[in-house]
């Protein structure tokens, strides 16, 4: 493929791309892939792909041999533009628990990616009163639900079995936390347990760690793999192998629309 | 926790695929247009002139350069391969190449962040030195290899091109004119590079979805395993520079010098970057630079961890 031929294969190349990255960022499927702080990149590139199609087209030489674009053969074609549409048609815009399970579960606060140690917070004042600016009230970040529940993240509950202070503000309250469902294959001595898991993405959702807290029910669940559930109950946080570690013992679980950021940061 | 140690799935790897893409493609479009900027607006021989003589002095610059040109691994390939037709010699070219996604303030302050609390500052500064030290060895030892054996066929002809034609009058052209064929020289860079990219993102994708990553945690006990351990997984997860630091610190149960392998390895070669490579280098030199930045710098961490924890 020479020429002419081969600078309109390149624009349709480019216009191909332009499409697909531009057709993410503004159908916001973007957010299913990609860290919020990305996704402006994918919209600039989608624009600027487009643009260069078209200015492809504009700019046709006289002499169009003098501005053929090389490496335009079938195969070329082919592999820049059939992956892109068929990953784009097959993908599920989440993982499926193979390799959520192939990639392991983070359940130590400590392993979590970006985790530093919380400041231990200020000494009280001579009255044995808390000084202001020192500890912040627990009603600011435990919102609750209309039923009264804690709204929770998985996470929170993990930074919770870490770090004593935080853990008063949920051990034995009731707590209501989204996540994917996947069996305990470890730490279930009694076989009533499930993980609810939530995948931590630092750019896209190829690095993404799964972070689990593990659920107990009676009766035990069994629900088809990473099925999104809201569970709620009381948040525990018994010691075993030596730390401790949240346990939501469930009131409810009731499977649940996945949320449209599925990902936390 | 999966009972085999491979398992694929089609939805997965689709999945990372794409969002590997969506990520990249705008690093591989800046490098591509800053490629053909440098293609139109830099004169023949302008690096010839600007580095040092010595040629040690001009491969540590290419060491440096990530500083003042920070680009990640994604995006660098076309723009050395422009640098290279522009006269830069190619053992400073390699330099920048490995050096650049390590050897910069984005990579540098990630790592500060990812390690808070872990000797942040000792490791960023081990993380940026060992990375300036490798990549100028591998930078002279590409000075003592005939051009030939290093860059493919169709970038040696543009190298002897440029030479020949100096800027073929470039500067007397009008402005419209030069960025017409800068926009032609960039989309002719990002189709090229961009068939290497997706078949690298593919066998990425297709690595890190399906192999079961907790078979690498029993070799995490000893140094002489864990480190070469965590530069394979590194080559397989195929990360960005500018966020692996945040993945390997998550990796507890391994020592601090398998995660400085880890990280000084994985932007300078995996899967997806020996695709990359590809089109610039003839496939013998990225085996070999595969295999010597492996056991260089398998041997410099294991030699550190006498003295890191």
Redesign the interface.
Known sequence: MTGILSRFAASGVLMVWGLVLTYFYLSDRIISYLHPAFHIYTAISGGVLLLLSLLLLLTVPSDSSRHALPGMGIFPLLLLTVPLLAATKLSPSQFGATAVMNRGMINNISDLPGFSPPQEPGLPNADGSIAEGTMMDPSLYLKKNADGYISAEAVDLLYAAGEPVMREDFENKQVEVNGQFLPALTGNPNGDRFNLTRLFVMCCAADARPVAISVESNPAIDLPKMTWVKVRGKATFPVEGGRHIPVLVAESVAETEAPQESFIY | ??DSWF??????F??????????G???V?LGT?LSGLIDQFLPARFMTRLLPRNAFAAVCLGGVLGIIFPMCECGIVPVIRRLIAKGLPVSSAVAYMLAAPIVNPITALSTY??F??QGAAEFTALRLGLGFFVAVLAGLAVLNLPIGAVLKKTILESVTLSGAVGDGGLSAHPLLRRL?GA??A???D???V??YF??GV?V??LF???????IF?PLSLDDRLAIPAMMTLAGV?S??S??DA??A??F?AFPAVAKLAFLVFGPMMDLKLVFIYSAVFTPRFVATLAIGLFVIIGLLCLRLAVVLP
Not at chain 2, 14 to 23: G, M, N
């Open positions: 926790m999966n398992s694929f799935s089609l939805p997965d689709s999945y990372a695929f794409v969002s590997v893409l969506l990520e493609v705008p690093f479009l247009i962040a990812a808070r609390g017409i926009m032609e960039g989309v002719r990002f189709l090229d961009m068939v997706i078949l593919g990425a994708s890190s979805t399906a192999v079961n990553q907790e945690l997860l990360l960005c500018s966020s945040f993945i610190a998550t507890v």
